[in-house]
């Protein structure tokens, strides 16, 4: 597809393109089944990412139940896995089933659609997780209309009066005009925030302030613009250490789409002229901690006080990680990802303790440089092991005290040797998989969960 460029000069809408999906290069996936299914893991090159279906699905299952208990609706992030075999699970459970999903990418909407995950009515509603770039409205309003005739709906993000003006001004040229159906990004992060710890402080704006009320009149009064809900994410949720601090923070987050929603409806009162909701605006939450804290207990406090009908969203749950372990809202059996690395040499005494050291074939583009609470990049399965330190294409293991050790139980007495094989569970799920090229799926409701039961080949591109 070639370029589109906007017939006026307008700093708010640059020229456009689209995104090149269909030429956007990825491994078969025939291929890799072909090569590598029944194979196991003890045979694969390394570093390699393998996924534990069975959890992955069991984690799935976890999440709808979750939404129930809130009485509310969920929409699936997929950004973390990337594929359309996990986006699947996602939205269809044993538990129950949804056809919403948050997207970080436009390549991620574009590889959704070509996966047919539209056309066979799996997904029927897209949200663009990231407020609008100028240079995508020309994509995304192409993308709108390629789902609209699959009978699915697009939404976006908004958080600033320049986007509302941006989309005016396409719109302008255009014969049929669009109103597009976005979401208000609300910013929760000083609604709570744990002690000692740091408010959230990303996308969106702080209900109740100027600024947001600015945005807020300008989206209702726009022709281009249907308001359909508001949309918050505790990032900073992710510092929880107890279901308490993760419940105060599901709450901040309710709190605040639900005085948002307040607001609109203040403002449509006392300005007639502003679109009314054409249904209750949809209140939309979440972070991986905050909808693990999501009860029964806390939805009676709730239903009679919403300013709108309550959604749940979350990404990182189907995998989980250690940053989510450090929560304790989830257990070891609970993580479905590690990375199997190669201990290629070792260094017997060489720690700052005199403890000894190892090197694996694992660095920081197997493993990310994310961090997290526990120290390292990333612990051992059965080993008193930890990735203490990374280089572009090799770790560091470190001996860490028994008692600190999460993933048990140890394993023989624990030792490493220079060739051994280890399982390696990361900080960061979603930033680690962005480092590979395929997933090797197995499966522990089947034999020994060590073999190669599929492959999933994640959409790369933006």
Not at 138 to 167: C, F, N, Y
Request: hydrophobic letters at 40%; proline letters at 6%; a negative charge.
């Amino acid at each position: 597809m070639g370029a589109e460029e906007h017939p006026q000069s307008n700093p708010l809408v640059p020229k456009q393109s689209r995104t090149p999906y269909h030429i956007s290069g990825k491994p078969e996936k025939q291929d890799l089944v072909d090569e590598y299914k029944g194979q196991n893991l003890d045979v694969l090159r390394t570093p390699a990412l393998v996924i534990d279906r069975a959890v992955f699905a069991r984690n799935c299952a976890k999440m709808h139940q979750l939404a129930q208990n809130l009485g509310a609706r969920f929409r699936a992030h997929v950004k973390s896995h990337k594929t359309p075999e996990g986006t699947r699970l996602q939205l269809l459970s044993t538990v129950d089933e949804t056809h919403s999903i948050v997207v970080s990418t436009v390549m991620e909407v574009c590889e959704v659609f070509r996966a047919g995950l539209m056309a066979d009515g799996t997904v029927k509603d897209v949200l663009y997780g990231l407020p609008m770039a100028p240079n995508k409205i020309a994509d995304l309003s192409a993308l709108t209309d390629e789902l609209s005739a699959v009978g699915a709906s697009m939404r976006i993000l908004l958080d600033h009066p320049d986007q509302v003006k941006g989309i005016e001004d396409w719109e302008a040229t255009k014969t049929n005009h669009r109103e597009w159906s976005v979401f208000i990004k609300v910013d929760s992060g000083n609604q709570y925030c744990a002690p000692d710890k740091s408010p959230s402080r990303r996308a969106g704006l702080k209900p109740g302030t100027p600024a947001f009320t600015t945005l807020l009149e300008a989206a209702l009064a726009s022709p281009s613009i249907s308001v359909y809900g508001f949309y918050t994410h505790a990032g900073n949720s992710y510092a929880s250490t107890s279901f308490e601090e993760a419940t105060n923070y599901l709450l901040s987050e309710v709190t605040a789409v639900n005085t948002a929603a307040a607001v609109a409806l203040k403002l449509i009162a006392a300005k007639p002229h502003l679109s009314q909701p054409r249904e209750p605006y949809v209140l939309s939450v979440g972070a991986t901690p905050t909808a693990h804290a999501a009860t029964e207990e806390l939805r009676a406090k709730l239903e009679a006080t919403l300013n709108g009908v309550l959604e749940l969203h979350a990404g990182n749950y189907p995998l989980n990680d250690l940053q989510q372990l450090n929560t304790g809202l989830i257990s070891p059996r609970d993580i479905a990802s590690r990375v199997l690395a190669t201990v290629i040499s070792y260094y017997p005494g060489r720690g700052e303790d005199g403890s000894d050291e190892a090197m694996c074939d694992a660095g920081a583009i197997a493993m990310s440089k994310d961090t997290g609470p526990r120290p390292g990049y990333g612990d051992i399965i059965g080993k008193p092991w930890r990735m203490g330190r990374c280089s572009q294409e090799h770790g560091i293991l470190a001996q860490m005290p028994p008692e600190q050790f999460a993933l048990g139980p140890i394993q023989g007495d624990g030792s490493l040797k220079l060739g051994d094989m280890v399982q390696i569970v990361g900080q960061h799920a979603c930033l680690i998989l962005a480092g590979y090229p395929w997933y090797y799926v197995v499966d522990s409701g089947v034999g020994d969960g060590n073999t190669v039961v599929d492959v999933w080949v994640p959409w790369k591109g933006w």
